[in-house]
T-cell receptor, first 110, second 115 residues
Protein backbone atom coordinates (compact mmCIF):
# COMPACT_ATOMS: atom_id res chain seq x y z
CA UNK A 1 0.00 0.00 0.00
CA UNK A 2 1.31 3.40 -0.94
CA UNK A 3 1.01 5.55 2.15
CA UNK A 4 2.87 8.45 0.58
CA UNK A 5 2.21 9.67 -2.95
CA UNK A 6 4.04 12.19 -5.06
CA UNK A 7 1.91 12.27 -8.17
CA UNK A 8 4.16 14.44 -10.31
CA UNK A 9 7.23 12.51 -11.51
CA UNK A 10 8.81 15.71 -12.81
CA UNK A 11 8.49 19.48 -12.74
CA UNK A 12 10.21 22.12 -14.85
CA UNK A 13 10.52 25.70 -13.64
CA UNK A 14 12.28 28.84 -14.84
CA UNK A 15 15.07 30.21 -12.69
CA UNK A 16 13.78 32.84 -10.27
CA UNK A 17 10.21 31.51 -10.25
CA UNK A 18 8.49 29.46 -7.57
CA UNK A 19 8.72 25.66 -7.50
CA UNK A 20 5.86 23.83 -5.77
CA UNK A 21 6.25 20.15 -5.04
CA UNK A 22 3.30 18.20 -3.68
CA UNK A 23 2.82 15.14 -1.53
CA UNK A 24 -0.31 13.31 -0.34
CA UNK A 25 -0.52 10.78 2.44
CA UNK A 26 -3.14 8.36 3.67
CA UNK A 27 -2.30 7.64 7.30
CA UNK A 28 -3.31 10.34 9.76
CA UNK A 29 -1.05 8.82 12.42
CA UNK A 30 2.09 10.33 10.98
CA UNK A 31 3.87 12.60 13.47
CA UNK A 32 6.52 14.26 11.41
CA UNK A 33 6.97 15.13 7.79
CA UNK A 34 10.29 15.72 6.08
CA UNK A 35 11.64 16.63 2.66
CA UNK A 36 14.88 15.23 1.29
CA UNK A 37 16.81 16.23 -1.79
CA UNK A 38 18.84 13.83 -3.91
CA UNK A 39 21.47 14.54 -6.53
CA UNK A 40 22.64 11.80 -8.93
CA UNK A 41 25.22 9.40 -7.49
CA UNK A 42 24.62 10.72 -3.96
CA UNK A 43 22.38 9.68 -1.11
CA UNK A 44 19.39 11.86 -0.15
CA UNK A 45 20.06 14.76 2.19
CA UNK A 46 17.62 16.32 4.62
CA UNK A 47 16.10 19.60 3.53
CA UNK A 48 13.30 20.70 5.87
CA UNK A 49 10.72 19.18 8.20
CA UNK A 50 7.42 19.99 9.86
CA UNK A 51 5.64 18.62 12.89
CA UNK A 52 2.02 17.54 12.65
CA UNK A 53 1.07 20.26 15.14
CA UNK A 54 2.18 23.01 12.75
CA UNK A 55 0.92 24.07 9.35
CA UNK A 56 3.99 25.92 8.07
CA UNK A 57 7.75 25.88 8.48
CA UNK A 58 10.21 28.15 6.75
CA UNK A 59 13.97 27.89 6.18
CA UNK A 60 15.42 30.46 3.82
CA UNK A 61 14.10 29.86 0.32
CA UNK A 62 12.29 26.70 1.40
CA UNK A 63 8.82 26.58 3.00
CA UNK A 64 6.82 23.49 3.81
CA UNK A 65 3.05 23.66 4.22
CA UNK A 66 0.93 21.00 5.89
CA UNK A 67 -2.82 20.64 5.41
CA UNK A 68 -3.84 17.90 7.81
CA UNK A 69 -7.52 17.85 6.86
CA UNK A 70 -6.56 17.24 3.22
CA UNK A 71 -3.61 15.01 4.17
CA UNK A 72 -1.48 17.11 1.88
CA UNK A 73 2.06 18.42 2.14
CA UNK A 74 3.80 20.86 -0.17
CA UNK A 75 7.29 22.29 -0.54
CA UNK A 76 7.75 25.78 -1.97
CA UNK A 77 11.12 26.95 -3.26
CA UNK A 78 11.37 30.69 -3.90
CA UNK A 79 13.26 31.80 -5.88
CA UNK A 80 14.26 28.62 -7.69
CA UNK A 81 17.90 28.28 -8.72
CA UNK A 82 19.59 25.92 -11.20
CA UNK A 83 21.39 24.24 -8.29
CA UNK A 84 17.98 23.18 -6.96
CA UNK A 85 17.66 20.73 -9.86
CA UNK A 86 17.42 17.37 -8.11
CA UNK A 87 14.94 14.71 -7.06
CA UNK A 88 12.83 15.69 -4.06
CA UNK A 89 11.32 13.08 -1.76
CA UNK A 90 8.69 13.70 0.86
CA UNK A 91 9.00 11.40 3.82
CA UNK A 92 6.78 10.56 6.77
CA UNK A 93 7.87 9.10 10.06
CA UNK A 94 5.83 6.43 11.78
CA UNK A 95 7.33 4.34 14.51
CA UNK A 96 10.87 3.33 13.73
CA UNK A 97 10.63 3.77 10.02
CA UNK A 98 10.61 6.62 7.56
CA UNK A 99 8.39 6.10 4.54
CA UNK A 100 9.29 7.88 1.33
CA UNK A 101 7.31 8.94 -1.68
CA UNK A 102 8.40 8.07 -5.22
CA UNK A 103 10.05 11.46 -5.67
CA UNK A 104 9.64 14.41 -8.02
CA UNK A 105 12.46 15.40 -10.35
CA UNK A 106 12.79 19.18 -10.43
CA UNK A 107 14.44 20.90 -13.40
CA UNK A 108 15.27 24.58 -12.92
CA UNK A 109 16.08 26.20 -16.25
CA UNK A 110 18.55 29.08 -16.37
CA UNK B 1 32.76 13.79 11.49
CA UNK B 2 32.83 11.12 8.79
CA UNK B 3 29.54 10.45 7.01
CA UNK B 4 27.80 7.18 6.33
CA UNK B 5 30.05 4.87 4.35
CA UNK B 6 28.73 2.17 2.09
CA UNK B 7 30.83 -0.45 0.33
CA UNK B 8 31.14 -1.42 -2.39
CA UNK B 9 29.90 1.44 -4.59
CA UNK B 10 29.17 -0.80 -7.55
CA UNK B 11 28.52 -4.50 -7.82
CA UNK B 12 27.69 -6.78 -10.73
CA UNK B 13 26.29 -10.21 -10.03
CA UNK B 14 24.47 -12.90 -11.95
CA UNK B 15 21.11 -14.45 -11.20
CA UNK B 16 21.16 -16.99 -8.42
CA UNK B 17 24.21 -15.57 -6.68
CA UNK B 18 24.15 -13.91 -3.32
CA UNK B 19 25.54 -10.54 -2.27
CA UNK B 20 26.51 -8.77 0.95
CA UNK B 21 26.51 -5.00 1.27
CA UNK B 22 28.16 -3.11 4.08
CA UNK B 23 27.31 0.12 5.88
CA UNK B 24 29.27 2.05 8.49
CA UNK B 25 27.08 4.66 10.22
CA UNK B 26 28.12 8.05 11.54
CA UNK B 27 30.03 7.67 14.78
CA UNK B 28 27.61 7.63 17.70
CA UNK B 29 24.58 6.74 15.58
CA UNK B 30 22.94 3.55 16.76
CA UNK B 31 20.14 3.17 14.24
CA UNK B 32 20.75 1.91 10.71
CA UNK B 33 18.04 1.67 8.06
CA UNK B 34 18.25 0.15 4.59
CA UNK B 35 16.32 1.25 1.52
CA UNK B 36 16.03 0.03 -2.05
CA UNK B 37 15.68 2.64 -4.78
CA UNK B 38 14.44 1.73 -8.23
CA UNK B 39 13.29 4.12 -10.99
CA UNK B 40 9.73 5.26 -10.35
CA UNK B 41 9.43 3.45 -7.02
CA UNK B 42 11.15 5.87 -4.74
CA UNK B 43 12.86 4.54 -1.66
CA UNK B 44 11.38 1.29 -0.43
CA UNK B 45 12.05 0.50 3.23
CA UNK B 46 13.85 -2.79 3.83
CA UNK B 47 14.58 -2.89 7.56
CA UNK B 48 15.86 -0.91 10.52
CA UNK B 49 18.28 -1.98 13.23
CA UNK B 50 19.04 -0.48 16.61
CA UNK B 51 21.54 -1.93 19.06
CA UNK B 52 21.85 -5.14 17.02
CA UNK B 53 18.07 -5.70 17.02
CA UNK B 54 15.81 -5.48 14.02
CA UNK B 55 12.97 -3.20 15.07
CA UNK B 56 11.09 -2.94 11.82
CA UNK B 57 10.91 -4.72 8.49
CA UNK B 58 9.46 -3.75 5.13
CA UNK B 59 7.56 -5.90 2.65
CA UNK B 60 10.44 -7.72 1.04
CA UNK B 61 10.87 -11.49 0.64
CA UNK B 62 12.98 -13.48 3.04
CA UNK B 63 15.86 -13.46 0.53
CA UNK B 64 16.61 -10.02 1.93
CA UNK B 65 18.19 -10.10 5.35
CA UNK B 66 20.39 -7.93 7.48
CA UNK B 67 22.23 -7.66 10.72
CA UNK B 68 23.90 -5.10 12.90
CA UNK B 69 27.09 -5.52 14.87
CA UNK B 70 27.97 -4.22 18.31
CA UNK B 71 29.85 -1.26 16.76
CA UNK B 72 26.61 -0.32 14.90
CA UNK B 73 28.02 -1.31 11.51
CA UNK B 74 25.44 -3.13 9.44
CA UNK B 75 25.32 -5.57 6.58
CA UNK B 76 22.51 -6.62 4.32
CA UNK B 77 22.44 -9.82 2.35
CA UNK B 78 20.42 -10.80 -0.68
CA UNK B 79 20.39 -14.46 -1.59
CA UNK B 80 19.35 -16.12 -4.85
CA UNK B 81 19.54 -12.87 -6.78
CA UNK B 82 16.88 -12.04 -9.34
CA UNK B 83 17.00 -9.55 -12.21
CA UNK B 84 14.48 -7.38 -10.35
CA UNK B 85 16.91 -6.93 -7.48
CA UNK B 86 18.96 -4.55 -9.62
CA UNK B 87 18.73 -1.27 -7.76
CA UNK B 88 20.52 1.32 -5.70
CA UNK B 89 20.70 0.16 -2.09
CA UNK B 90 20.92 2.99 0.41
CA UNK B 91 21.87 2.87 4.03
CA UNK B 92 20.91 5.61 6.46
CA UNK B 93 21.90 6.20 10.05
CA UNK B 94 20.48 8.25 12.90
CA UNK B 95 20.93 8.50 16.64
CA UNK B 96 17.63 6.71 17.24
CA UNK B 97 15.21 6.39 14.36
CA UNK B 98 11.69 7.12 15.50
CA UNK B 99 12.50 10.08 17.71
CA UNK B 100 10.16 12.91 16.69
CA UNK B 101 11.44 14.67 13.61
CA UNK B 102 14.77 12.90 13.62
CA UNK B 103 16.38 13.04 10.22
CA UNK B 104 18.28 10.30 8.46
CA UNK B 105 21.80 10.61 7.13
CA UNK B 106 22.36 8.62 3.98
CA UNK B 107 25.38 7.03 2.39
CA UNK B 108 25.99 7.29 -1.36
CA UNK B 109 24.60 3.81 -1.90
CA UNK B 110 25.64 0.57 -3.55
CA UNK B 111 24.51 0.19 -7.16
CA UNK B 112 23.74 -3.48 -7.70
CA UNK B 113 23.32 -4.86 -11.20
CA UNK B 114 22.05 -8.40 -11.63
CA UNK B 115 22.70 -9.93 -15.06
Amino acid sequence: DQQVKQNSPSLSVQEGRISILNCDYTNSMFDYFLWYKKYPAEGPTFLISISSIKDKNEDGRFTVFLNKSAKHLSLHIVPSQPGDSAVYFCALVVGFKTIFGAGTRLFVKA
Amino acid sequence: KAGVTQTPRYLIKTRGQQVTLSCSPISGHRSVSWYQQTPGQGLQFLFEYFSETQRNKGNFPGRFSGRQFSNSRSEMNVSTLELGDSALYLCASSLNAGSPGEKLFFGSGTQLSVL
